[in-house]
C-alpha cells in the first residue's frame, strides 16, 4: 500500500495567518493542457453563432486549472515544501494544427515550509 502523501497548503496570499515561514524553497509551477474533441469543438463553434454560456469550454477550463494545482503541489512536495505561497494562474490558448485549440493553465507560487 502506497503512503499517503500529506497535503499540501496552497495560498493566493503572501503568507499563512497563524503559521510562520521557516523555510522559503523558492518558484514551483504546474502546468495543465487540454483540447476538447472534434464533436466538442463543433458544437462549441456552433453555440458560438447563437451565443451563450459555453459548458463545455467551462468544464474544460476547470479541469484544466485542476491539473495545474495538481502539478503545482506535486512539485512543491518534490522539493520538501508544506505550503506555496502567493499562487496565481496564468492561461492561455494555442493552436495544435488542423483546428485544434489547445488550453493551457499555468500555476505558480513560492514553495515554503510554514509550522505553528
Not at 42 to 71: C, E, H, N, S, W
Request: hydrophobic share 45%.
Amino acid at each position: 500500500m502506497a503512503a499517503e502523501q500529506s497535503p499540501v497548503l496552497i495560498l493566493t496570499i503572501n503568507d499563512c495567518p497563524g503559521m510562520r515561514v521557516v523555510r522559503v524553497i523558492g518558484p514551483v509551477y504546474g502546468t495543465g493542457v487540454r483540447s476538447r474533441n472534434i464533436v466538442g469543438n463543433f458544437l462549441g463553434g456552433v453555440r458560438a453563432i447563437f451565443g451563450g454560456k459555453q459548458a463545455g469550454y467551462l468544464k474544460m477550463i476547470a479541469q484544466t486549472r485542476d491539473d495545474a494545482l495538481k502539478q503545482l503541489a506535486e512539485h512543491a512536495r518534490s522539493l520538501g515544501a508544506n505550503a506555496v505561497l502567493g499562487m496565481r494562474f496564468d492561461s492561455g490558448e494555442f493552436d495544435a494544427g488542423q483546428g485544434q485549440a489547445m488550453n493551457e493553465v499555468t500555476a505558480y507560487g513560492t514553495a515554503v515550509v510554514v509550522e505553528e
